[in-house]
């Protein structure tokens, strides 16, 4: 009797061992170990050999990119319930791996841009914050339980904080790390209250399983369950900056730091968008009549006031080049809310084309922050007016920023841009959304004002000064030396750019298949 008890307990607490696919779960854990190894490094290396710091930073990145590849199949998971395979807190499917190939490879486009600008800021710090940020970005889209993607989405934020306001003594930097940190704890509080409320009406964490229990809520659970759904896409569609959670964005993006400014318009949006589609898709099926119709008029307030803001910026202000930039980013991700939407009332398979847009997004958003960071080398104040006659004094930089603009217009030869928008209509028609189909295009013409009025700029001949004398001359040019990583960062967008319009499937198949 008494062995046959020792033996029952022997099984029991072996069941409750879980065995690891470290392979599945490499890519965020070795961006996290290189983190540490950083930090510790630091205390120990001179100021001399501060910038190995930011090459064992990139050097991570594109190992953790270098183990996506054999994940392409996308079906391993990993910390799952004892005897089942379908409640999982870790699965590498198609969606995980492509969002995770664009979390990363943003992030080593924003290291490439702060290998110069870490040596006026604490290099240990600033190459730590941003690693860890990553690694929670890496994380999310991967999440399939509740907790794990708040703890994902948290450790994704909070460096990112930190990041806003590493300049020391600029108040400016300060300020935009202060509103950026209260809007969010804001955000994530009412988000934690719709997920215990979800909890205490499913009693499971698991995606899956929640999706399952929510098919067949009890009659006085349905309102508990219908908030827990709405409050806790919330803290998601902070992260998106869709409206009215924007506010933070245009003064986060000035203050702080240009590469930092290039990371939150893109992987930051990424986490965002990709939690979201999570919760939605996966999660919250069942009440497709609540959160599609929400993320709908999102995504029309969204992308109107993006517009209209961005409209609303002059070329002479300072800053006003990362102004228009931080706008359009807020006008763009309300055509990345418009496929979600419509997968509420059709299919998942139009998520696709928000992982489409989103590609195409991070490449020319990331390129367009670039050549931001180049002529804020000459022209700290970054005004729109100071890109003119850029094609006289960068010609091959002119003609990268005029792409890049034309890409997020969606205008030819920005091929893959206007196909990426193409794309997301298709979705919003197909679904028969065609009100917010209606309020896109008219978006999209708008739109095209400011990014061919900044595209025009660039080609303008350059401004005339007066002279002692009191002759009219042409501006003086100056061509001082771009560091490599810097011209690394915007030579790779370009070609990628370039590519994608040439062989615009490469995205755009995603658009057609369940990445689930």
């Known amino acids: 009797m008494t062995a046959a008890v020792v033996t029952t307990a022997a099984e029991s607490t072996t069941s409750l061992v879980q065995s690891v696919d470290w392979l599945a779960i490499a890519p965020p854990v070795i961006v996290a170990a290189v983190a540490l190894g950083v930090l510790v490094a630091d205390l120990f290396i001179g100021e001399r050999h501060k910038p190995l710091l930011g090459y064992a930073s990139i050097a991570g990145l594109v190992a953790a990119l270098a183990f996506l590849v054999p994940l392409r199949a996308g ?22 791996l492509v969002i995770q190939a664009l979390v990363l490879g943003g992030a080593l486009l924003t290291a490439l841009l702060s290998l110069d600008d870490t040596r006026k800021l604490p290099a240990g710090e600033y190459w730590f ?15 399939r339980d509740l907790a794990t ?50 909890y205490a009406t499913t009693g499971t964490m698991h995606l899956t399983e929640i999706a399952a229990r929510l098919d067949d809520v009890p009659g006085q659970f349905d309102t508990l369950a219908k908030t827990g759904v709405v409050l806790t896409l919330v803290g998601f569609a902070f992260k998106t900056a869709a409206a009215p959670f924007h506010f933070w964005v245009p003064d986060t993006y000035v203050g702080a730091p240009l590469p930092i400014a290039a990371y939150l318009s893109v992987v930051g949006k990424a986490v965002g968008f990709s939690g979201l589609v999570l919760v939605t898709v996966i999660a919250f099926p069942s009440y497709a009549d609540v959160w599609g119709p929400a993320v709908a008029v999102l995504a029309a307030l969204t992308m109107t006031i993006g517009n209209v803001a961005a409209l609303r910026q002059t070329a002479a202000r300072a800053r006003s080049a990362v102004r228009l930039l931080a706008w359009s980013s807020v006008a763009q991700a309300g055509y990345l809310l418009v496929p979600i939407a419509a997968a509420a009332y059709s299919s998942d398979e139009q998520i696709g084309s928000t992982v489409a847009y989103a590609l195409m997004y991070a490449v020319v958003n990331l390129g367009a922050f670039a050549v931001a960071a180049l002529v804020a080398r000459t022209h700290p104040g970054n005004r729109i007016s100071d890109y003119r006659g850029l094609y006289a004094t960068r010609p091959l930089a002119a003609l990268a920023m005029g792409f890049f603009l034309l890409c997020l217009a969606g205008l030819p030869p920005g091929i893959i841009g206007l196909f990426a ?4 209509f298709s979705a919003a028609v197909d679904a028969g959304l065609g009100w ?32 002692a004398d009191g002759a009219a001359e042409a501006r003086a040019t100056t061509r001082p030396r771009v560091p490599a990583p810097l011209t690394t960062a915007i030579v790779l967008t370009t070609v990628v750019g370039i590519v994608l319009s040439g062989a615009p499937q490469l995205v755009l198949r995603f658009a057609a298949v369940n990445l689930f």
């Open 129 to 143: 914050l941003l690693l860890s940020s990553a690694a929670g970005a890496a994380l999310l889209p991967a999440s």
């Open 436 to 467: 917010l189909a209606v309020v896109m295009a008219v978006n999209v013409v708008i739109a095209l004002y400011y990014y061919l009025q900044w595209t025009a700029i660039l080609f303008r001949a350059p401004a005339a000064t007066e002279s």
């Open 421 to 424: 928008k193409v794309t997301v």
């Open 149 to 198: 993607l708040v703890v994902a989405l948290e450790v994704a934020s909070l460096p990112a904080f930190a990041l806003v306001g590493i300049k020391r003594g600029d108040r400016r930097s300060s300020e935009a790390a202060l509103k950026f940190f209260l809007s969010s704890v804001v955000a994530t509080a009412v988000m934690l209250l719709g997920v215990s409320f979800v």
């Open 75 to 96: 079906d391993r998971s990993t910390f799952c319930v004892a005897g089942t395979d379908s409640a999982c807190s870790y699965t590498a499917d198609h969606f995980a």
